[in-house]
């Protein structure tokens, strides 16, 4: 994967011949696998940035959002136009990112997304009106739309099936890395007296890092594949061992056989629109369950609970991003151990206790009812973070096909981001109209929904190659072998 390790690894082609591996698979095992290891997870970490970015710029106008309210003299509405301005930008970079990662190449597009959250965050943070505010954050949106799919896609289509689960799901770490760092920026500035202006212009910093690092990566193979850049795909996987490379060189060669430019209709005619239905019901509901009202309108939530200092209320909202962060790590790490299905259906569960839970504290209004919320949205953030979280993300890079894949995520993210827009732009006002109890169990029934769907609907993938998922789905759901567990 990088320019130093193929020079040294160029002469090993062997997917279409059967010769004797080279020296390189006499080495002792251990020492092997810990190279390897080791080149994956860099791999993945400096893509994965661009969830970073993802996070960081999506939780931070939680924060700036006391501030902004202050200095344009907002109303209810444009508070919400203030949240949901970079989600209008978010659903145009959903709708084109796969066309433009087609074109590009994953690794191009995301070296381009790196320079656009840069110029996003120092143009957004100097604007001199409300207006201006709305369209750079609209800009910055496009940035966040195209990388939040394309980020976990290019980390799936390089990570070997054993270690995809939990690398993929790295990338849902550090969006709630991004969400809780953020929280802490706005807390520290907010103490500072230095306002929201500064909270936006950090992220300039680790766009040029995205931009930067993405320069010393290769292209994904699987892209290269689709090409017929043969010779150039089979040096992209020199992060694997040799047997891992002869088995994904196998398996991609078998999909990417006839591959063609994919129309929406072709996704009913290939048997593909289970995966496609399923892809889109998780983006859905992943939004549905009520999660950015907590990571957008936290503080303000504390505001309703009691918490009336803007400093305490980031303060309570820095303890969730911090504990969403931390659970989002123990999934990372136990995902392709415990599956898919088994941390969907019980961070569900866990939702609609935390929800019910918030409701019913909203309405009793106790005397410690800022606390009480403060445990109860912990709860939830738990919940979320075990399971709806990362396992959405992880499954819409892998229940499609390589001609489909980029294509099914772009669909799959546009879902997710105009249900995520549906429900931080009327938060505000069914507050104010149905009271928040009501809204908070009107998001615990789509809890109840969602498991549903999960449990009728969603396969567990873990431990299976990007071409056995598609032969389930083409299959009529239906597993070549019994499912391992």
Not at 170 to 198: C, E, H, K, V
Not at 271 to 281: D, H, S, Y
């Amino acid at each position: 994967m990088f320019a130093r390790s193929r020079e040294k690894e160029r002469t090993m082609s062997f997917p279409h011949s059967s010769r004797t591996p080279g020296p390189e698979s006499l080495m002792p095992p251990t020492r092997t696998r810990k190279r390897y290891a080791t080149r994956v997870y860099i791999i993945a970490l400096i893509a994965a940035i661009g969830g970073f970015l993802f996070g960081y710029d999506t939780g931070v106008i939680s924060g700036a959002l006391l501030f902004l309210k202050r200095d344009f003299a907002l109303t209810n509405f444009q508070q919400e136009l203030a949240v949901s301005s970079v989600l209008v930008g978010s659903l145009i970079g959903a709708l084109v990112g796969g066309r433009l990662s087609d074109w590009l190449g994953r690794r191009k597009a995301l070296i381009c997304m790196g320079l656009l959250f840069a110029l996003g965050a120092l143009l957004t943070a100097s604007a001199p009106n409300f207006s201006l505010f709305l369209l750079w954050r609209v800009v910055l949106g496009f940035a966040i739309g195209v990388s939040s799919f394309l980020a976990p896609m290019y980390i799936a289509e390089t990570a070997p099936p054993a270690l995809r689960g939990g690398l993929v799901a790295f990338d849902q770490l550090l969006i709630t890395a991004g969400i809780a760092i953020s929280y802490w920026i706005d807390l520290a500035f907010a103490n500072a007296g230095m306002g929201w202006r500064p909270m936006l212009a950090v992220a300039a910093i680790p766009g040029m890092g995205l931009l930067i690092g993405m320069l010393f990566l290769t292209e994904t193979p699987r892209w290269l594949a689709k090409q017929g850049r043969w010779q150039e795909a089979e040096q992209a996987l020199t992060h694997l061992s040799v047997q891992e490379r002869r088995e994904e060189m196998v398996a991609i060669r078998e999909a990417v056989r006839d591959t063609h430019h994919v129309t929406l209709g072709e996704f009913a005619h290939s048997g593909m629109i289970l995966a496609l239905v399923a892809g889109i019901g998780l983006a859905v509901f992943q939004q549905l369950v009520g999660i950015n009202t907590v990571i957008y309108y936290a503080p303000t939530i504390f505001g309703f609970a009691g918490f009336h200092s803007a400093s305490v209320a980031i303060l309570a909202t820095s303890v969730v991003g911090a504990v969403n962060f931390l659970t989002t790590l123990v999934s990372v790490l136990i995902i392709d151990r415990a599956g898919r299905r088994p941390l969907l259906l019980g961070g569900l569960v866990g939702m609609f206790v935390a929800l019910v839970l918030m409701g019913s504290i909203f309405a009793l209004g106790t005397s410690h009812t800022g606390y009480l919320v403060l445990g109860a949205l912990l709860l939830y953030i738990i919940a979320f973070a075990i399971g709806m979280g990362p396992v959405f993300w992880l499954m819409s890079s892998e229940i499609f096909p390589t001609s489909f894949r980029a294509r099914g995520a772009s669909i799959t993210t546009f879902f997710n981001w105009s249900t995520n827009l549906l429900i931080s732009i009327t938060f505000l006002s069914l507050a104010a109209h149905l009271g928040l109890p009501v809204t908070f169990w009107l998001y615990a029934g789509f809890c109840v929904l969602a498991f549903l769907f999960c449990w009728f609907i969603i396969p567990e993938t873990k431990g299976r190659n990007l071409e056995e998922i598609e032969r389930f789905w083409k299959q009529g759901r239906r597993w070549e072998k019994p499912e391992s567990i």
